[in-house]
């Protein structure tokens, strides 16, 4: 379930931009070029959840587009009051606490997976099955600039138009939707593979970066080995 954290939905239009089409088709699978019925260039970038230099880095290409982009669509607003509707999301209600949605066996290993990543057990008991699973599918954060808030915040510095395809409340809905044993399954599933993070989150960088799609379909299938086939299936769909 890793890659579907790490991985946002692989867009980002620059509407408006200059950038030679010849050199955005070619740039690895991952800039694509598209004409509106208003005959405006879009310009279509995958990007991923990472802070990894060799990520946030742009190629040429790219750089030239976005400096050259009017509007900016990004996959999720990006809001300090989207980033609170995230985190008030996470937490459970009132005196509810993880340790009693959960077998105590699986609670366990999780505060040990997550104080090793930072995350102390104050915060753990608080938080809903699916925000825990999240959080421990996800790098360690370090500065918090990944690749989709670097090119937010380089926009808004330039005072260009921001889009976002979803609202926190849309993106976290088909995780509020899982029941309960749908959600322990998950975090079953990531505290199982927890010792693979780095291995499936540097394959995927490399992929990412080779613009390597079917790749990264196999990193994808990797990462969600340890869950039930019909929940796999239906968390793909989403």
Not at 52 to 63: A, H, I, K, S, Y
Not at 172 to 177: R, T
Not at 210 to 226: H, V
Request: hydrophobic share 50%; net charge negative; charged share 20%.
């Amino acid at each position: 379930f890793q890659l579907l954290c790490w991985l946002h939905v692989l867009v980002i239009a620059l509407i408006g931009a200059s950038v030679d089409s010849s050199a955005a088709e070619a740039w690895q699978g991952r800039f694509f070029l598209a004409v509106n019925d208003a005959g405006e260039k879009i310009y279509v970038f995958g990007t991923m959840h990472s802070e990894d230099e060799r990520v946030v880095q742009l190629p040429l290409v790219v750089e030239q587009g976005f400096n050259d982009a009017q509007t900016l669509v990004l996959e999720l607003e990006l809001t300090a009051d989207a980033m609170v509707a995230a985190s008030m999301a996470s937490l459970l209600d009132d005196d509810t606490e993880l340790v009693n949605l959960i077998p105590g066996e699986l609670y366990g290993r999780v505060v040990a997976v997550a104080e090793a990543r930072g995350l102390p057990e104050q915060l753990v008991r608080k938080l809903k099955p699916w925000a825990v699973m999240m959080f421990l599918s996800m790098p360690v954060p370090e500065t918090g600039m990944f690749l989709d808030r670097v090119l937010y915040q380089q926009a808004l510095a330039r005072q260009k138009r921001i889009v976002a395809l979803e609202t926190v409340q849309e993106q976290l809905g088909i995780f509020a939707q899982l029941d309960g044993h749908q959600q322990v399954q998950l975090l079953e599933a990531t505290i199982a593979t927890a010792g693979q993070l780095n291995h499936w989150l540097e394959q995927m960088t490399v992929r990412f970066l080779d613009g390597d799609l079917e790749g990264l379909q196999e990193t994808n299938l990797a990462t969600m080995s340890a869950v039930e086939p019909l929940l796999r299936d239906r968390l793909i769909r989403a």
